[in-house]
């Protein structure tokens, strides 16, 4: 799990045209907070994963590297 997090998360936001301050402002953290998850393996807390899920409009495990399915099910 996570090898794909950073990738997954930086072509999420560069698909946004969104900056690594600009994602970093929307969840009060720094660039280089979003430089370490993207780059450096890191992981943001738990609270952060499911709103950069949710912002993205992906599934958790999507943005984990746990799956390829993209959107998260319908309930």
Do not use: C
Not at 13 to 23: A, N, Q
Not at 32 to 53: D, M, Q
């Amino acid at each position: 799990m996570g090898s794909n997090f950073g990738k997954r998360l930086q072509m999420l936001r560069i698909d946004e045209r969104m900056t690594g301050s600009e994602l970093g402002k929307l969840f009060g953290v720094t660039k280089s907070a979003v430089s370490s998850w993207e780059v450096r393996g890191r992981f943001p807390n738990e609270a952060v994963l499911k709103g950069l899920a949710e912002h993205f409009g992906v599934s958790l495990s999507y943005l984990l590297g746990d799956s390829n399915i993209r959107k998260p099910l319908m309930k």
